[in-house]
C-alpha cells in the first residue's frame, strides 16, 4: 500500500514538474522572442513575417499549454505574454496593414487556440484576464499593436517577475508624456482612452481615474481636470 501510494505521488509531482517545466519553455521562448523582435516599444513585424517559424512555435504553445497545475501568477504571466504574441501573430497574418483596425474583426472575430479554448483578443481581455486578475496595470502590459497602446517590451512576463513588472509598466506608461499628457498650466490631465474605456477598471469615475493615474505619477496632480486624447491606432512598427 506505501509502495502504490508513493508511486501516486511520486507521478503527481512528475505532472506538475512537467507542466511548469512545459509553462516555463515558453516564457524562455517568448522572452527570446521578443528581444530579437522589439525594441523600444516597436515590434519587427516585417522581419518576423518574413521568417514566421518561431512566432508559428510560440502559437502552438500558447495552443497546448495546460495550466491546471500553475499558480496565479503563473497564469497570469501566461495570459498577458499570450494576447500580446497571439496580437502579433494576427498582425503577421494579415501583413502588410497600417493599423489592426484594418482587419475586420482583429480583436473580436479571429479566435485562437489559448489553453486548450477557442478565444478572441477580446475574450482573453475581457473574460479571462480582467475578471480573473482584477488588477488595473494589467491595461499597461496587454499591447494591442498600436502606437496609443503602453509599449511593448522586449522581456516576458514570468510567474516571478510578473508582479514586479506590472507596477514597472504602470509607472512608465503614467510618467511617459506621450501617454500622460499633462497640462500643468490648466491643470489638466490628458489621459489615453484605455481609462475611458475601461474606467470601471479604475474606480469607474474620474476621481478613481486620476487617484489612480496620481498614484503613480511623479507629479501631484491633486485637484486636476481629466480629459482624453484621440487614440492612435497606427501600427507599432519599427
Wanted: glycine share 6%; aromatic share 14%; proline share 3%.
Amino acid at each position: 500500500m506505501k509502495h502504490i501510494l508513493f508511486s501516486l505521488l511520486f507521478l503527481a509531482s512528475a505532472f506538475v514538474s512537467v507542466n511548469a517545466q512545459s509553462v516555463g519553455d515558453f516564457f524562455a521562448a517568448t522572452d527570446d522572442f521578443l528581444s530579437s523582435h522589439v525594441a523600444n516599444g516597436k515590434v519587427d513585424y516585417k522581419t518576423i513575417a518574413a521568417s514566421p517559424e518561431t512566432l508559428d512555435k510560440l502559437v502552438a504553445q500558447i495552443e497546448s499549454a495546460d495550466l491546471s497545475a500553475s499558480e496565479f501568477n503563473e497564469q497570469l504571466a501566461f495570459y498577458l505574454n499570450a494576447y500580446n504574441i497571439l496580437v502579433i501573430k494576427n498582425v503577421v497574418d494579415n501583413s502588410p496593414l497600417s493599423s489592426p483596425l484594418d482587419v475586420k474583426g482583429f480583436f473580436d472575430v479571429t479566435t485562437f487556440g489559448v489553453a486548450g479554448e477557442r478565444l478572441t483578443l477580446n475574450q482573453i481581455e475581457n473574460e479571462i484576464v480582467r475578471p480573473t486578475f482584477k488588477d488595473p496595470r494589467i491595461h499597461f502590459a496587454l499591447v494591442c499593436g498600436a502606437n496609443g497602446c503602453p509599449p511593448i517590451t522586449s522581456v516576458a512576463y514570468t510567474a516571478r517577475n510578473v508582479e514586479a513588472r506590472l507596477g514597472a509598466a504602470t509607472s512608465s506608461a503614467i510618467n511617459d508624456p506621450a501617454f500622460i499628457k499633462v497640462d500643468f498650466e490648466q491643470g489638466v490631465v490628458y489621459a489615453s482612452e484605455i481609462f475611458k474605456w475601461y474606467i470601471v477598471d479604475f474606480g469607474n469615475s474620474a476621481e478613481g481615474v486620476l487617484g489612480f493615474i496620481n498614484q503613480y505619477s511623479n507629479n501631484d496632480l491633486a485637484g486636476f481636470g481629466l480629459d482624453y486624447y484621440a487614440y492612435d491606432w497606427q501600427l507599432n512598427q519599427k
